[in-house]
């Protein structure tokens, strides 16, 4: 029983010095420098549609992404979250396709002096709307409501309709990665489409009432870096929010900590941990509160950066810890059986009266 005891110990020890790997963490000042900080996104929202969804980014140098489109992808799905088709990549700003219609339009000879639908403004240079997002930008500038796209000409002829038609018959999966300024910054997925007026950041969601928008949302998985980090878990993954009525707003707080991973053959690679935290309200403008709905994630970058550094035990202490465990089993065996055999020899004394 000794030597077994001893050889169940010592195979346990081998397979910890050969395939576990004990980990030091240290936290020093974060003195690197990277030009771009690579955000890993996967989210489902399952109550809006592809088209009705803007993803966009700015941060706190000033910049502004609209419409973030490069690496990043959309795949449409029915409310009961299965796929419809492929899933495809956002087209380059201002590369839209034309409908045939607008090709048609395009082909006249003949200028042609679309009607705004009573929102002309010849002090914004504003007297014709040829096309329904000029309807649109006419309205928008009059801060009207947009009527119903099939009462507009010029809307009836685009897509328009049918993304309305659709906006709130189905489900968006948005995944890829974006790159920005590794810097402090924001992102956030919302209805409408996106635009800047003034250095101010707003979304149209006409014809709709922001009311009617749910903006529950599972986050598959979320991360910065390009590199994972073994043993350590992304907080948001697999995450799922529930809205209980529409027009609710999503905030997500988020302190990103750098992360260096150095292994035991010397190689380094960089990561990011995060840690988060989450609130959510609903937006009421009729109560004066501020916001939209949609799904907003804050974040900031941490001065210092954590270093986990595999530990490299040297085979001296495998022969240490072996002859110490060969040793200390012996021992208090030997001590058992002097224990075992005392008492068995007392035994029989007492049995013969021997004993004093």
Not at 47 to 55: E, F, N, P
Not at 170 to 190: D, K, L, P, W
């Amino acid at each position: 029983m000794c030597w077994l005891i001893i050889l169940v110990l010592l195979g346990k020890r081998f397979y910890e010095f050969t395939f576990n790997t004990d980990t030091v963490e240290t936290i020093f000042v974060d003195t690197s420098r990277g030009t771009k900080l690579r955000i890993n996104i996967d989210f489902i929202i399952p109550a809006v549609s592809c088209d009705y969804l803007a993803l966009d980014a700015m941060d706190t140098s000033g910049e502004q992404h609209l419409h973030i489109e490069h690496n990043i992808f959309k795949r449409r799905l029915d409310l009961a979250g299965n796929p419809i088709e492929d899933p495809k990549k956002e087209e380059s700003l201002g590369t839209g396709k034309h409908s045939h219609g607008e090709h048609n339009d395009t082909a006249l000879a003949v200028p042609k002096c679309g009607s705004c639908y009573g929102a002309e403004d010849p002090a914004r240079n504003i007297t014709c709307c040829n096309t329904c997002e000029e309807v649109k930008e006419a309205y928008r500038h009059k801060r009207w409501n947009f009527p119903e796209p099939d009462k507009i000409e010029q809307c009836q002829s685009s897509h328009d309709a049918e993304k309305i038609t659709r906006a709130l018959k189905e489900g968006c999966q948005i995944y890829g990665y974006m790159e920005v300024n590794r810097v402090g910054g924001s992102f956030h997925i919302a209805p409408g489409q996106s635009f800047s007026i003034n250095h101010v950041h707003v979304h149209d969601v006409q014809p709709f009432s922001s009311s009617v928008f749910n903006t529950s949302h599972i986050i598959r998985h979320l991360s910065f870096g390009r590199n994972k980090i073994a043993g350590k878990a992304n907080p948001l993954d697999e995450s799922v929010s529930i809205a209980s009525e529409g027009s609710t707003m999503y905030q997500y707080y988020i302190k990103i900590v750098p992360t260096m991973r150095v292994l035991k053959d010397g190689s380094v690679f960089h990561s990011n941990q995060f840690s988060v935290t989450k609130h959510s309200k609903v937006v009421s403008p009729g109560r004066g509160d501020s916001g939209m709905p949609g799904i907003f994630f804050s974040y900031e970058l941490s001065a210092l950066m954590v270093k986990i550094t595999d530990k490299v035990v040297p085979w001296s202490h495998f022969f240490n810890d072996c002859c110490s465990c060969i040793g200390g089993v012996f021992i208090v065996f030997m001590l058992l059986d002097s224990f075992f055999y005392r008492s068995l020899i007392l035994w029989k004394k007492m049995e013969i009266g021997k004993a004093h």
